[in-house]
Every structure is written in C-alpha cells, then in structure tokens.
C-alpha cells in the first residue's frame, strides 16, 4: 500500500516537470505496464494467434499431384529448355529434394551452352554485317541508318542471356518451388486445390504464336526492305521468339496470380462469416504472406530480364517512330516506312500485354475491405487510430535485452495514406515472431 503511493507520488511529481509529450509517454509506458502486469495473471497466452506453426515435411508425390500452376505451364518450361533460354528441370518423381532445380552441370544446361554457340556465331555474324553498314563512310539514307541501329538493338537481347538469365536461374527455381509449396498449404487451409482451367490451353497457344509472331515480324521485313538479306532473317527469328516467350511467361504469371487472389479472397470471405474465425484468419493471414513473398520472388528472379526487356522495347519503339515519321514528312510513305510501323506496332503491343496483365492481376485482388462487415470496419478504424496516436512499443519478451537489461523497443509507424491498412490489419502477420518458448532461442526472427 506504502509502495504504491509513493510510486502515484514519483508520478505525480514527474507530471509536473515533464513537457506534455513526455507526460504522454510517461502514461503510455504505465499503461503498458498494467497491461504486461494483466498478461501475466492470465492462464492462456494468445501467442498461437501470431507465431507461426513450424513448417511440416509434405510428401513429395503430394506436391506433384496437387502442382496445377506446374502442369499447366509445363509447356513455356520446356519451350524455354528447348531455346536454352533457362535451362531449369523438373526433379524426378518420388526424389526427396526441391521440385525444380538449377545446376550449372545439368543436362538442360549443357543443351543450353550447345544452342547458344550456334545462336551466337549466327548473331556475330549478322551484327559484324549491320555495324560495317553503319560505319561505312558512304552516302546512306536516314531510313537505312535507322533500320542499322533497330536492328542491331534487337540482336542486344541475345548477349545478355547469360547475365541476365541463367545467372538468376537458382532464384527461378526457387519461385518455382515457392509455387509448388503454396499450392499444398492452400489445399491443406482450405480442403481445395488451387486450379487454373484455362491456363493450360492458354499456354500451350502462346507458345505456338510466340513462334509464329516472330516469323511473321522478321518476314514481313525481309518483304518490305530491299536490303534485307534472307540468311540474315535467321539471326532474328529465335530472338523475337524469346521476347514473345518472356512475354507469354508475364502474361501467364499475372493470371495466376490474379485467379489465386480472387479465389483466396472467396475463401477468405465464407472464413468471416463463420463464428470464432480467429484460427482461420491466423492460418490465411499466413497464405497471404506467402503470396506476398511469392511475388516479390517474381521480381528478384526476372527483374534484370525484364528490366533490359523493357529498355530495348522503349529504345526500339521511339527510334522507329522518329524514322517512319522523319521518312513520311520528307520523302513521303513507301514500304520502308511500313516495315517501321510493324515494328512499332509490335513492340507497342508486346508493352501493352506487360502493362495491361499487371493492371488486370492487381485489380482482381478483391480489396479485403469489402469483405468486412460494418462493425468490425468501425472497430479497425478505431483501432487505427488509436495505433496513430499511440505508437506502441512490442511486448519485451519478444526481443532480446541490451547490457542493462532493458528490453529493445520497436517503434512502429503507420501511413494515413495506405490504402492497404485494412489488409495488413487482418490478414498481415507481425514484421517479427518469436520463438521465446523454445530453449536457446532469444531472438526473433523474420516472419514468412
């Protein structure tokens, strides 16, 4: 009784000295304490609402039945084996190890070190051919300067294969596996397999027209250029074709991963509306977070791709442009100025899908706020507001203590603007989980 008036004592006595935003601090840290003090009364510990379960071994056979985003894509894989473009494999059926692997000694790899020789003494040749054209002191028209310089941009591709491609093909796997492991942990939360029943057909059609797009493009050229050499068509053929593969590869990418958000959110939705659904919505905050981490592992694994995909695409665009207007106002329009706008066309189009797929993937994740009915928004947005006002500090068993003993404290913001603040609030686990029960185990550790 003495003890705790004279701690209302200190507190009053420090209200007085303190400016207001210490005084706020001060009775947040009280109001803490009470609640730790409360905490530690309570025989249950809510900690299984946010430490995630230990990952469980599943059975490889397993993994390939329920692989559907495997199955349905297998054809872009093995068009990408055959080309060399990214020689990862399929492990076989039954071995106890990552479902799809990268080694720099497989076989796909040695095909892959094989057709890209041959490719390359072709694409030497012809770009040997292009610059000397370019480099000749001789007359040349505009158009002929800018039909060099298109088409030795498109070759670019072509060398950077090996940089951009094969040495991100460990991370390729990876999102590969990721898929494949996500797939088993949605079958398991839910009771039902994730499918794409329009993917397969889909994918088997890109391949081909990716194809047949690239021969009708370099043709097409052949065509309309007097000066285009038939033997140099085979330089620009497999490189075309790799442009429309990698952008069938983003299209097929953006559909799966919007028809996962669209199913997750209806499986999300009959979750809410069941009673006590706090067990579930731990389980499918952490399917989230997965496909969160999923998609990231997208960009790590073709962002150096896509990045020089996009830049020859930009490059190529506007310089075509620039000649076939040049060419129209100066000398007027004639077949040369055509082949440039089938160039434009196709490189407009191929930024259009890019574009347009992504768009589409991501309005097709259904906001999680029209998922919530109106009492519970209200208490979010209570909640969100309280977190505003009041940055809290996280609980001090869940990190380890300096040399004094004083717990570390994680200082936590929030943005107004965010528009996913709602998503991160019921579905978005912790930044960290803690193990603190398991011995020899004092840190924490990163979620996911």
Not at 173 to 199: D, E, S
Not at 214 to 234: E, G, K
Not at 277 to 303: C, N
Request: proline share 5%; glycine share 4%; charged share 20%.
């Amino acid at each position: 009784m003495i003890h705790s008036q004279m701690e209302d004592s200190h507190y009053q006595i420090r209200q007085q000295i303190f400016n207001p935003n210490q005084r706020q601090q001060l009775e947040d840290n009280r109001r803490m304490k009470e609640q730790m003090q409360q905490l530690e009364k309570d025989d249950v510990s809510p900690s299984h609402m946010y430490i995630r379960k230990l990952e469980f071994q599943a059975d490889v056979n397993l993994l390939d039945q329920h692989d559907s985003f495997y199955h349905t894509t297998k054809s872009l894989l093995v068009l990408f084996q055959i080309m060399g473009v990214m020689p990862i494999v399929r492990s076989p059926k039954g071995v106890n190890m990552p479902r799809t692997t990268f080694t720099w000694c497989s076989k796909a790899f040695v095909w892959a070190y094989f057709i890209y020789a041959c490719e390359t003494v072709l694409v030497v040749l012809v770009a040997k051919e292009r610059i000397k054209r370019f480099t000749s002191p001789s007359d040349k028209r505009f158009d002929e300067v800018i039909y060099n310089i298109i088409f030795m941009s498109l070759l670019v591709p072509h060398f950077v294969v090996p940089m951009a491609l094969w040495r991100n093909g460990s991370e390729v796997a990876k999102f590969k596996n990721m898929w494949t492991n996500f797939q088993y942990k949605y079958l398991m939360v839910t009771g039902k397999p994730i499918v794409f029943p329009k993917l397969y057909p889909i994918t088997w059609t890109l391949c081909v027209v990716s194809w047949i797009v690239s021969f009708v493009i370099i043709l097409s050229q052949f065509y309309l250029q007097p000066d285009f050499q038939l033997s140099h068509t085979f330089a620009y053929y497999h490189i075309l074709a790799m442009l429309n593969g990698f952008c069938s590869l983003w299209f097929v990418n953006c559909t799966a991963f919007g028809t996962t958000s669209r199913e997750f959110s209806k499986e999300l939705s009959n979750i809410l509306s069941m009673e006590q659904p706090a067990d579930k919505l731990t389980e499918f905050r952490h399917l989230w977070v997965d496909l969160s981490h999923m998609m990231q592992q997208l960009g790590k694994a073709y962002s150096n791709m896509y990045g020089i995909y996009c830049l020859v695409i930009f490059f190529t665009t506007i310089i075509a442009t620039y000649g076939a207007l040049s060419e129209i106002i100066e000398h007027g329009a004639t077949y040369k100025e055509v082949g440039l706008f089938v160039i434009v066309f196709y490189c407009m189009g191929l930024l259009f899908v890019i574009c347009n797929e992504a768009h589409h993937a991501s309005r097709r994740e259904e906001s999680l706020e029209e998922l919530l009915d109106k009492s519970l928004k209200k208490f979010l947005e209570e909640f969100l507001d309280d977190f505003l006002v009041f940055q809290p500090s996280v609980l001090p068993g869940l990190f380890p203590r300096d040399e004094v003993g004083t717990p570390r404290e994680l200082e936590t913001t929030a943005s107004v603007a965010d528009a996913n603040l709602y998503r991160l609030t019921v579905v978005s686990p912790p930044l960290f989980t803690t193990h603190a029960a398991t011995p020899g185990h004092s840190g924490p550790t990163f979620s996911g």
